[in-house]
Nanobody, 115 residues
Framework: QVQLVESGGGLVQAGGSLRLSCAASGSIFRINAMGWYRQAPGNKRELVATITSSGSATYVEDLKGRFTISRDNAKNTVYLQMNSLKPEDTAVYYC?????????WGPGTQVSVSS
């Protein structure tokens, strides 16, 4: 059974930083590309960043330079370092494999950025 559990969200002022973590159970982690996604109120869930099993990363264009995705294969964990946060980054953040699989969505972690 696959479980993905996100953590590290919180309330931060604009310009601040947060580091999100996603712990993965099961056998998916080492062989799959992973992704961070987010869903803001009233919006569809969107892709934020991806990382392959070998560590090659891609980002949504608007987030390049502010967000960094990384992974620790020994710990079955993927991270999202978020710097220079803006109020429009407020959303629930999720991790999943990439491309995402519906059955793997976890509870997400709330990130709120105040102006």
């Amino acid at each position: 059974q696959v479980q993905l559990v996100e953590s590290g969200g919180g309330l931060v002022q604009a310009g601040g930083s947060l580091r999100l973590s996603c712990a993965a159970s099961g056998s998916i982690f080492r062989i799959n590309a992973m992704g961070w996604y987010r869903q803001a109120p009233g919006n569809k869930r969107e892709l934020v960043a991806t990382i392959t099993s070998s560590g090659s990363a891609t980002y949504v264009e608007d987030l390049k330079g502010r967000f960094t995705i990384s992974r620790d294969n020994a710990k079955n964990t993927v991270y999202l370092q978020m710097n220079s946060l803006k109020p429009e980054d407020t959303a629930v953040y999720y991790c999943n494999v990439f491309p995402s699989i519906g059955a793997y969505w976890g509870p997400g972690t709330q990130v709120s950025v105040s102006s």
